[in-house]
Antibody, heavy 116, light 107 residues
Framework: QVRLVQSGAEVKKPGASVKVSCKAS????????LHWVRQAPGQGLQWMGI????????SFAQNFQDRVTMTGDTSTSTVYLELSSLRSGDTAVYYC?????????WGQGTLVTVSS | DIQMTQSPSSLSASVGDRVTLTCRAS??????LAWYQQKPGKVPKLLIY???TLQSGVPSRFSGSRSGTDFSLTISSLQPEDVATYYC?????????FGQGTRVEVK
């Protein structure tokens, strides 16, 4: 079946970077855009950006423009989110989501904790 | 950027009640509006897209509608398993903004 499986939880120190992966299966990887969304503890959903797995072009929310990188690997059907210069406010669950009539399939989420 | 404003922020209703949640876009977005359900500790789930199209497998007690830039999600008969936070989202173009959510509880 169609699935997005994300990498495991991370604990990082302030100022460090984190890279989260999202592996797609059950569909043609290059046919659908993928998005990244995060959710801080007790807070709502925040859209971070979009990547086109077919070619790798990406676009980001203004809040993250200077700190985020999104890449894709068609050989493994995996997209990556890298966030740099981490601060405590980046502690959140990070989700990848497939775009088909909005976000129809979501990864299970990856908890990133930023703590000294 | 277009803002998405949901109301109320929370509500409590009895099992069997008809419940309506509202989402207002600050500018026109056509029908590019989705609703998600997020149960506590779980991943968001797509309920409705294109303002009123029910995602496959979603119970028919959920429905969506649009009037201009105002959108509604209605649960025709609230069930205990509907306890969740519901988010609207615009998806016509970037940024794909979410509303702040409406928490639904059962009395």
């Amino acid at each position: 079946q169609v699935r997005l499986v994300q990498s495991g939880a991370e604990v990082k120190k302030p100022g460090a970077s984190v890279k989260v992966s999202c592996k797609a299966s059950g569909y043609t990887f290059t046919d659908y855009y993928l998005h990244w969304v995060r959710q801080a503890p007790g807070q709502g959903l925040q859209w971070m950006g979009i990547i086109n797995p077919n070619g790798g072009s990406a676009s980001f929310a203004q809040n993250f423009q200077d700190r985020v990188t999104m890449t894709g690997d068609t050989s493994t059907s995996t997209v990556y989110l890298e966030l740099s210069s981490l601060r405590s406010g980046d502690t959140a669950v990070y989700y990848c989501a497939r775009e088909l009539f909005a976000f129809d399939i979501w990864g299970q989420g990856t908890l990133v904790t930023v703590s000294s | 950027d277009i803002q998405m404003t949901q109301s109320p922020s929370s509500l409590s209703a009895s099992v069997g009640d008809r419940v309506t949640l509202t989402c207002r876009a600050s500018q026109g977005i056509g029908n590019y509006l989705a609703w998600y359900q997020q149960k506590p500790g779980k991943v968001p789930k797509l309920l409705i897209y294109a303002a009123s199209t029910l995602q496959s497998g979603v119970p028919s007690r959920f429905s969506g509608s649009r009037s201009g830039t105002d959108f509604s999600l209605t649960i025709s008969s609230l069930q205990p398993e509907d306890v969740a936070t519901y988010y609207c989202q615009k998806y016509n173009n970037a940024p794909w903004t979410f509303g702040q959510g409406t928490r639904v509880e059962v009395k």
